[in-house]
Nanobody, 119 residues
């Protein structure tokens, strides 16, 4: 079994920064693409950023220039550095990862971490 464990959420004032982490744990797996999504109350879950196994990144227009996704393959961990935060960034943030195991690739999700940006 593989688990994704998130950390780093919290309360921050507008203009501030937070760094989210998402660590994969388990046995006998490798990781393909990874990503971050978010869901605000009453809204659908939306893409924030993705990163491929070779480091190619993609961002939602709303976070371009403010957020940076990265990964440390040796630690099976991805990060989301969030700068210049706005109240509209308030949401539960979820990480995901395409995990390769014996039966083929499976998409795993983290448990979510709350990010609240006050004005």
């Amino acid at each position: 079994q593989v688990q994704l464990v998130e950390s780093g959420g919290g309360l921050v004032q507008a203009g501030g920064s937070l760094r989210l982490s998402c660590a994969a744990s388990g046995r006998d797996f490798s990781i393909g693409a990874m990503g971050w999504y978010r869901q605000a109350p009453g809204n659908q879950r939306e893409l924030v950023a993705t990163i491929t196994s070779d480091g190619t990144t993609n961002y939602a227009d709303s976070v371009k220039g403010r957020f940076t996704i990265s990964r440390d393959n040796a630690k099976n961990t991805q990060y989301l550095q969030m700068n210049s935060l706005k109240p509209e960034d308030t949401a539960v943030y979820y990480c995901n990862a395409l995990i390769n195991r014996f039966g083929g690739p499976t998409l795993y999700w983290g448990q979510g971490t709350q990010v609240t940006v006050s004005s």
